[in-house]
């Protein structure tokens, strides 16, 4: 009876999410629009989240590390907001200095560059007229091409005259810039105060998340979950925190072997390529192609030495550097942290890349785990396999009792006789 009911049941479930996938098919269209419409209202709060995690990391190593022997009734109500002033201070204080170093470098590069890029071109059509002197075969294709067609007042001019067309698409575009704009402006404050408020009530929130999970799970899977958190916790800070020590490592190295090289834009690049190296794998080589080309206005063949010198430090990068400093930090192997880059590209971008590797990891980790329990059990179960020859010749040997060494102890030995 009780079997009868409770296959009743399984089928009216059955039937009732069935009729559920059939509705979500049917509207799927609301029902798009409405996932649309959660996320757009969850994504503050979402980003509130990431700045919390991020802010966290350097306040976790102030108030555990810096102010770890700060003891008593005032240390449990200050040390958390010195901490977390500490930690937004560290933070504002990098993204001053590089600031500081970026713009005014930028400034003056973009200055040169309206200077050279015309005298570039002429000195590139000049080499052209040369070689095709060596070669008049080409003479024909590049006289068809007429130099006045660089001239930048006819390129202002097109410019211009684009503008004076389209004035009305470009005001349209302009508030809806300037909308998106004050939207994003207030989203980032809400997302800004809603993470101050995790960091400062961290504690709480993780005790009243695990009281949950614990009301609503069963012992076993009220576990599992948590220890699945506790490994994302930890994968996603050792990926954050490796990743930002590899950028800084390669920017250094870009910049000194620039500086002994005596390359232009030294500190430029060095810092462009220690941002881009934020993004993995990948990101280092988008900094080598924006260097190569503002050396190349400069000098072309400077441009060639240092795409032989970036291939030789993204070599040594990453082969030694990487691995230890990203690799071992997350547990992952090179090739999965690459499948992870791509699948995340793919699907979401730059963030994607950014959040697939410590959660590929987190899998990795945990598939690895149960594939060796699951291995250990069946080892247990299973009897060693016994050696064919050591069967055989234990059976052809008899068995020995006790009593029968204690009757060998037995016997009296015979007195030798002497004969001499």
């Known amino acids: 009876m009780k079997d009868k009911k409770d296959r009743i049941s399984q089928i009216r479930n059955l039937m009732i999410f069935g009729a559920f996938l059939v509705l979500v098919l049917i509207y799927s269209k609301y029902v798009f629009k409405g996932i649309g419409l959660a996320f757009s209202i969850i994504k503050p709060f979402a980003i509130g989240g990431v700045i919390a995690f991020i802010i966290n990391i350097p306040m976790n190593g102030i108030e555990k590390r810096m102010l770890k022997k700060w003891q008593g009734k005032s240390a449990d109500t200050l040390k958390r907001p010195i901490s977390m002033i500490l930690a937004l201070l560290f933070l504002a204080l990098i993204l001053t200095a590089v600031v500081l170093v970026v713009v005014p470098q930028l400034t003056v590069t973009f200055a040169e560059l309206g200077k050279k890029i015309p005298v570039f071109i002429n000195n590139m059509w000049e080499e052209l007229l040369d070689f095709s002197r060596q070669y008049p075969q080409l003479q024909q294709e590049l006289a068809r091409i007429d130099i006045k067609e660089f001239n930048w007042e006819n390129i202002l001019a097109a410019v211009f005259a684009f503008l004076k067309n389209g004035v009305g698409s470009i005001m349209t575009s302009t508030i809806g810039v300037a909308s998106s704009i004050i939207g994003g402006i207030i989203n980032g404050v809400i997302s800004f105060i809603f993470a101050l408020y995790i960091l400062t009530q961290k504690e709480r929130l993780a005790d009243q998340g695990t009281r949950v999970i614990e009301a609503y799970a069963s012992?076993?899977?009220?576990?599992?979950?948590?220890?699945?958190?506790?490994?994302?916790?930890?994968?996603?800070?050792?990926?954050?925190?490796?990743?930002?020590?590899?950028?800084?490592?390669?920017?250094?190295?870009?910049?000194?072997?620039?500086?002994?090289?005596?390359?232009?834009?030294?500190?430029?690049?060095?810092?462009?390529?220690?941002?881009?190296?934020?993004?993995?794998?990948?990101?280092?080589?988008?900094?080598?192609?924006?260097?190569?080309?503002?050396?190349?206005?400069?000098?072309?063949?400077?441009?060639?030495?240092?795409?032989?010198?970036?291939?030789?430090?993204?070599?040594?990068?990453?082969?030694?550097?990487?691995?230890?400093?990203?690799?071992?930090?997350?547990?992952?192997?090179?090739?999965?942290?690459?499948?992870?880059?791509?699948?995340?590209?793919?699907?979401?971008?730059?963030?994607?890349?950014?959040?697939?590797?410590?959660?590929?990891?987190?899998?990795?980790?945990?598939?690895?785990?149960?594939?060796?329990?699951?291995?250990?059990?069946?080892?247990?179960?299973?009897?060693?396999?016994?050696?064919?020859?050591?069967?055989?010749?234990?059976?052809?040997?008899?068995?020995?009792?006790?009593?029968?060494?204690?009757?060998?102890?037995?016997?009296?030995?015979?007195?030798?006789?002497?004969?001499?």
């Open 219 to 420: 012992e076993t899977v009220a576990e599992r979950i948590l220890y699945v958190f506790r490994m994302l916790n930890k994968n996603f800070t050792n990926f954050v925190t490796g990743q930002c020590l590899e950028a800084i490592v390669l920017g250094v190295l870009f910049f000194a072997a620039m500086s002994v090289l005596g390359m232009p834009y030294a500190l430029l690049i060095g810092v462009l390529i220690a941002f881009t190296a934020l993004i993995p794998v990948v990101g280092a080589f988008i900094g080598c192609g924006v260097g190569a080309f503002l050396i190349l206005i400069d000098d072309p063949m400077q441009a060639l030495w240092f795409v032989i010198m970036f291939l030789i430090i993204q070599q040594l990068e990453g082969n030694l550097i990487y691995p230890k400093v990203v690799g071992n930090s997350v547990g992952l192997p090179a090739i999965w942290i690459l499948m992870a880059v791509s699948v995340g590209g793919s699907l979401f971008g730059v963030a994607g890349m950014l959040f697939f590797i410590p959660l590929l990891s987190t899998c990795y980790a945990l598939l690895r785990d149960d594939v060796n329990k699951r291995n250990a059990v069946r080892r247990r179960e299973t009897p060693p396999a016994k050696d064919e020859e050591c069967e055989e010749i234990n059976e052809e040997l008899p068995e020995i009792n006790d009593s029968d060494v204690e009757k060998e102890e037995d016997v009296p030995v015979p007195a030798t006789e002497n004969h001499g």
